[in-house]
């Protein structure tokens, strides 16, 4: 196993050490087998590994949810190694933001969906991503689907910002029941666990339906523990709404909502049809 470098060296000067290609994984911490699948990803592509953990203020619209983020550092240390990290960074707030804020705005597309139920939510994750790319200068970085939206946005900053970034994508790692994994889950009541499933549940009968967006709402409504947010059948290359009955091979599951005042995101691609 290789000994993981800490904070203390410093990305700066660990950095320089760092054989191409650098592979980064970014995350809030709270590490589980969702983020220890993407390290192994990026473990598998190269030895130079960097995962970095930040819980990003300017992201967070609400103080509460911020504050009530979960924080497990040296847990997160272990699965990061374990994982195949050769860093784990975790910065202080005056490292990622030393000066006054270069704000990357998100445009319209980070307005709507997880952007219109959280103010200037994906400014901030922008925001953030290109200061650690700045710090940490990967070659390749990974992010998980889960966070589709957040995906979109980051590789269209990418294109726009000319970044010598590419992208790789993970697919969700999910729970024996389907529910997608997130820092959030710890937070759930083992009632409001129980519940969750429904989420996978909707997702994957819509998925097959001809009626997508019926099923979605149909499944999620019949657990009464679920406050939906938005569950929507959309167009993954623009984020537009598709209606059922439209057969566009390119759609994508939406969904959003709460249980136990848990905020809970997750999404599936329709599988086209082969006529
Ligand atoms: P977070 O710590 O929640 O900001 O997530 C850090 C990275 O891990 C992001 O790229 C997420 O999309 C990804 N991620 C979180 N949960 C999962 C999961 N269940 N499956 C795949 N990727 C995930």
């Not at 504050?67 to 550092?73: C, G």
């Not at 195949?84 to 005056?94: C, E, L, Q, T, V």
């Not at 990357?104 to 969906?113: E, M, R, T, V, Y």
């Amino acid at each position: 196993m290789n000994e993981i470098a800490e904070r203390e060296s410093g990305i700066e000067a660990f950095r320089k050490t760092l054989a191409s290609p650098v592979i980064f994984v970014p995350t809030m911490g709270a590490l589980h087998d969702g983020h220890a699948a993407l390290i192994s990803k990026a473990r598998q592509i190269s030895a130079s590994v960097v995962v970095s953990v930040f819980i990003n203020p300017l992201q967070f619209d609400s103080s509460s949810d911020l504050e009530k983020y979960p924080v497990s550092h040296e847990a997160d240390r272990k699965i990061a190694e374990l994982a195949g990290a050769k860093f784990i960074w975790i910065p202080s707030y005056d490292e990622v933001y030393p000066g006054e804020i270069q704000k990357i705005s998100a445009g319209p597309l980070g307005k709507i969906f997880e952007g219109d139920s959280r103010d200037g939510h994906f400014d901030g994750v922008l925001t953030v991503v290109k200061r650690l790319f700045d710090s940490v200068r990967p070659d390749k970085a990974i992010f998980g689907e889960k966070d589709f939206q957040q995906l979109f946005l980051i590789k269209k900053m990418i294109k726009e910002l000319n970044l010598k970034v590419e992208v790789i994508s993970h697919p969700t790692v999910r729970d024996e029941d389907g529910l997608a994994l997130s820092s959030r889950n710890t937070r759930l009541t083992s009632e409001g666990r129980m519940a969750a499933k429904v989420i996978y549940q909707a997702l994957a009968k819509a998925s097959t339906s001809t009626k997508p967006r019926l099923t979605l709402h149909q499944t999620l409504m019949s657990e009464p523990r679920l406050k939906i947010d938005y569950a929507e059948v959309i167009d993954e290359r623009d984020f537009t709404i598709v209606e059922d009955g439209d057969e566009n091979p390119h759609r994508r599951l939406i969904v959003a909502g709460w249980i136990d005042d848990v905020r809970l995101i997750d999404n599936m691609k329709i599988a086209g049809r082969s006529s």
